[in-house]
């Protein structure tokens, strides 16, 4: 799982996608997430990450993270096919 | 290194909610390394905000419409000619083109140069050939109809599914989703710009532009492309960001390459959700957000004058993403005798040769 190679990501939490113009805000999560998604980690990596630095059970953010890729999905920020 | 003198003449001053390209043409080319410019403003309204805007015009003279012919238009050119000697004109509306591409010739004797597309670049492209243009050049594009008469709207359901695009010959877009909407814009858009009305397969998507200029031997000479963030209810772009859209960027040249471009050029693109592109349009001159281009790092009316003038010009090989424009509208204040001596006379000359009354 990886994000497109042409997104860029501000520190600030401001997305770009260059290919449609579009922009998005991400909460400290979000940014993250999406940070982290930008190195090529994969879901479990990532999963494993969250759960051990905050106070959050597996099934709830497993629920809350998937919920948050099928978003980038639609908006079309992942490499094709993922 | 010193600049170039050069006088250029331009039409399009309407910078009004529906802009012509004048304005931003004259203020790229003023930003040029290259020349030191006077201009000639060429206007068909007097309330046209380019001749009253500090910094654009240097003088402006009032000209025939494209409806009152050839001679018309160049016998005020002649009269304007001998007291300018304009170096280089670049005329701005699609509905004028005919008019200066049919003129070229006299214009060159007269000394004023110009860089047009070719009357067959002009005809293929216009929106009733669009389907042909298609099939020639291996493009997408909507399926077009031209309609003459209420007897081809009711018509229009055997081969359309609605909704559809019906569109002016020049400018003017709508979409209907009814027989009774198609003949409401029908009227509306006949009465405004004559027959034939076009008539377009409506194509879902995100409509994406790019500016583009053609040197006329099939190379780009640079191409921008954009995607309108702000829209006016004319469909005008109020707010755009340029984009890094390689799919779009190779359509551009493959048109360009194959149809021997010559001059500036407006390509209107819808990426459909399975990101094909669909040409909607092509205007044969430079649009009116040209400006976000020069600020993006393509300086394409400059380089358009450096054609006209038979000067090399080197194609730009790259642009800034995310760059982006955002109009605005600003209230002038005009003082009455300038007004009164483009009315009477059809010429006005700088601001500081007047004096309030």
Do not use: C
Not at chain 2, 52 to 66: C, L, S
Not at chain 2, 97 to 113: A, H, I, Q, W
């Amino acid at each position: 799982m990886s994000l497109r190679k042409n997104i860029a990501v501000s520190d600030s939490g401001f997305v770009f996608d260059p290919s449609s113009g579009e922009s998005y805000s991400l909460n400290p999560i979000g940014t993250e997430i999406v940070k982290l998604l930008q190195q090529g980690r994969s879901n479990e990596d990532i999963i494993r990450d969250l759960t051990g630095k905050y106070d959050v059970d597996d099934a709830t953010l497993e629920r809350y993270y998937y919920d948050f890729i099928g978003m980038l999905k639609q908006f079309n920020l992942l490499e094709n096919g993922e | 290194m010193s600049k170039i003198k050069l006088k250029l003449a331009a039409t399009g001053l309407n910078n009004t909610d529906n802009p012509g390209p004048g304005v931003p043409v004259i203020r790229s080319i003023r930003e040029s390394g290259t020349f030191s410019m006077e201009v000639v403003g060429l206007a068909y309204e007097t309330l046209e905000p380019g001749i009253y805007m500090p910094g654009i015009t240097d003088r402006t003279y009032m000209i025939p419409y494209p409806s009152d012919g050839v001679e018309a238009l160049l016998e005020r050119l002649e009269y304007i000619q001998s007291k300018e000697k304009i170096d280089v004109l670049i005329p701005n509306f699609d509905a004028e083109l005919y008019t200066f591409m049919k003129s070229s010739d006299r214009l060159e004797k007269m000394g004023v140069r110009t860089f047009l597309p070719t009357l067959s670049q002009l005809e293929e492209r216009h929106k009733s050939n669009l389907p042909r243009f298609g099939k020639k050049y291996d493009v997408l594009v909507p399926k077009s109809k031209d309609i003459l008469s209420y007897q081809d709207i009711e018509k229009l359901r055997e081969e359309f599914e609605y909704p559809l695009m019906v569109k002016g010959k020049f400018y003017d877009a709508y979409l209907a989703y009814n027989e009774e909407q198609v003949r409401m814009h029908y009227n509306k858009i006949s009465a405004k710009w004559g027959l034939p009305v076009i008539i377009q397969e409506f194509i879902r998507g995100t409509e994406v532009n790019v500016v583009a200029l053609g040197d006329g031997t099939g190379q780009t000479v640079g191409a921008v492309p954009m995607r309108k963030q702000y829209i006016t209810d004319k469909g005008k772009a109020w707010g755009g960001i340029t984009l890094d859209d390689p799919a779009m960027m190779e359509l551009t040249r493959h048109i360009i390459s194959k149809t021997h471009w010559r001059g500036g050029m407006e390509l209107e693109l819808i990426k459909t959700t399975r990101n094909e592109l669909y040409v909607i349009e092509i205007n044969p001159r430079i649009p009116a957000w040209v400006y976000l281009a020069v600020g993006a790092g393509q300086n394409l009316p400059e380089a358009l004058v450096k054609l006209a003038l038979g000067m090399e010009v080197k194609p730009f090989r790259r642009y800034d993403v995310g760059k982006m424009f955002v109009r605005y509208s600003y209230d002038m204040i005009v003082d009455l005798p300038r007004f009164e001596q483009l009315s009477t006379l059809g010429e006005v000359e700088p601001e500081k040769s007047f004096k309030s009354i």
